[in-house]
């Protein structure tokens, strides 16, 4: 059985920095195209980032470009790094895992496999 778990989140001042981090165990990371999604309150869940699976390319919403970078340091982690946070970047974060050789997805339904979620409160 795959297990998604993300951490790193928590309160971040406005125009700071934080990282997440996504460990993936249980099955085989190197096949899965990983994605990052977000969901503030009252809003549907978003994309926001996505690295594939062969090769490493990575993809980015209009809302995170420039500012936001995901990248896969070891066999099973995928992080995403948060720079210049604004009030709108406040929401739970979750990454999520595509079916195994699975291209990226900007859509939250092409993955089959995601974590509870890891909250980030933006301080004013």
């Known amino acids: 059985q795959v297990h998604v778990v993300e951490s790193g989140g928590g309160l971040v001042q406005a125009g700071g920095s934080l990282t997440l981090s996504c460990a993936v165990s249980?099955?085989?990371?190197?096949?899965?195209?990983m994605g990052w999604f977000r969901q503030a309150p009252g809003k549907e869940r978003e994309f926001v980032a996505a690295i594939r699976w062969d090769g490493g390319r990575t993809y980015y919403a209009d809302s995170a470009k420039g500012r936001f970078t995901i990248s896969s340091p070891n066999g099973n982690t995928v992080n995403l790094k948060v720079n210049s946070l604004k009030g709108e970047g406040a929401a739970i974060y979750y990454c999520?895992?595509?079916?195994?050789?699975?291209?990226?997805?900007?859509?939250?339904?092409?993955?089959?496999?995601w974590g509870k979620g890891n909250q980030v409160t933006v301080t004013s």
């Open positions: 999520e895992a595509s079916p195994p050789t699975t291209d990226w997805s900007e859509f939250n339904r092409e993955y089959d496999k």
């Open positions: 249980g099955g085989m990371f190197s096949s899965y195209s």
